[in-house]
Nanobody, 119 residues
Framework: QVQVVESGGGLVQAGGSLRLSCAAS????????MGWYRQAPGKQRDQREL??????????NYSDHVKGRFTISRGNAKNTVYMQMNSLKPEDTGVYYC??????????WGQGTQVTVSS
């Protein structure tokens, strides 16, 4: 059974930094892509928005509001991904979910980690 686990969330003041980590286990295959999504306060889980993703080949994609501030990277271990978040803003607040896209087209989600940015 594939499990995805996030860590690294917390409370930080505006302008501060956090580093999120994500690791998936239970599969021998490398995910084709991994990404981070944010569920903003007051939004439903199905309204999560893409923050950043990265393919197995290293290609990255960022939402416009985090470009230049967040950096996604893959770890040396299979199916691990990190996101360095700098210059955090109150509007970055939310629950951050990690997901992985398998070679068969299935998405696997973690339980989320809370990020709160105070003004």
């Amino acid at each position: 059974q594939v499990q995805v686990v996030e860590s690294g969330g917390g409370l930080v003041q505006a302008g501060g930094s956090l580093r999120l980590s994500c690791a998936a286990s239970g599969t021998i295959f490398m995910f084709n892509a991994m990404g981070w999504y944010r569920q903003a306060p007051g939004k439903q889980r199905d309204q999560r928005e893409l923050v950043a993703n990265i393919t197995s080949g290293g290609n990255t994609n960022y939402s416009d509001h985090v470009k230049g501030r967040f950096t996604i990277s893959r770890g040396n271990a299979k199916n691990t991904v990190y996101m360095q978040m700098n210059s955090l803003k109150p509007e970055d607040t939310g629950v951050y979910y990690c997901n992985g896209l398998s070679r068969y087209g299935a998405y696997y989600w973690g339980q989320g980690t809370q990020v709160t940015v105070s003004s």
